[in-house]
């Protein structure tokens, strides 16, 4: 085993998307677990959206990394030793254990409400699904979208669910859940081939590529009966246009907001025609996938591991080899260039 971790630490805030200067790698000697810890080897590292706000100076729902410190982040790791009386040596577990190659957990992650445990990926071995599934589809990605959809949306059958990012990780499995649930799905994406994707991978009913479409004229088109339920991953003009569509008594799922997140910190494009949530009586509805994982994780990652197993959800990973790769990397986030959930793979899980 080597002796020492190498840590990514944000040394500087981004200003735009990451720059890899806004990171340094330091190399320090691998920690000793104490009483009720455990060692952990991370294998996987997800790279998501929020990390370019969680790298600001600026209130979020969680504190910013602070300058010199190692960059947080969702991962897979393997347990090498442990202290603690719920995780063992050789133990696959997911966790929020940082953009390095070794962590010491107490199996809550450190995240400063204390709310997220370490989960056991004993689940997804037991199905013969591959680890990656932990970060993607069975991970926080899929729990999202299935959160979000069913949970918030609560869409009924015939209903019109609308997915911007549709393409993404998130916004992928969304539209799927919606078909399965008898829905009709319509995702807008930045590309033709990510539209073509939409309809032939991931069972949407329509695309609509944004960067070339008039998304008033597109949103009119594909869902004539209106919207019944818009799962926004993007926000800025396509929430707003979304909103004059909406049907009455529709529900707004306010998942992200990925178009905002590299300018945040300059301000935020509100909706301009939020007065359509009062003519249609509709709501708007935030959530922080996090707090619900002590409650629902169990039961929304088993409801995903039978779909995925009975081949009714597809999903696409794009794993990116080396953590010394990871601070350009997680620009094709901003820049629409990733086709499936992001990873970075740390070291071979054997
Ligand atoms: P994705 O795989 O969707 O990757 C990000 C995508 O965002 C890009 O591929 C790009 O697709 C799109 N994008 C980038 N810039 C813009 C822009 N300016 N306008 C429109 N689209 C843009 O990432 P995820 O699936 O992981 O995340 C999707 C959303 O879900 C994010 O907003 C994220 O923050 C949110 N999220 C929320 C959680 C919660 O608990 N609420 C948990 C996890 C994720 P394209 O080519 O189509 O432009």
Known sequence: MPQNNRMVCLVRNPTAGFSPDDFEIREVPIPKPGEGEFLVRNLYL???????LWAAPMQTYVEPVQLGTVMRGFTISKVIESQHPDFKAGDIVQGMDGWQDYAISNGVNHNDEGKID???????????????TGLSVLGTTGLTAHY?????????????ILVSGAAGAVGSIVGQIAKIKGCRAVG????DEKCEMLIEEFGYDAAINYKTENLEDAFTKHCP???DVYFDNVGGETLDTALIHINMGAQVIICGAVSQYTTAEQGVQGPDNYTFLLFKRASMHGFIILDHYPNLRGSMEAELIQWVKAGKINYREEVVDGLENAAVAINRLYEGKNLGKLLVKIAEPS
């Open 118 to 132: 370490t989960w056991n990926l004993r689940n997804i071995q037991q199905a013969g699904l591959p680890l990656t």
């Open 46 to 52: 997800s790279l998501d959206p929020a990390n370019r």
């Open 225 to 227: 009966d209106g919207v």
């Open 188 to 191: 807008t994406a930045g590309s």
């Open 148 to 160: 979000g959809l069913l949970h918030l949306g609560q869409p009924k059958s015939g209903d019109t």
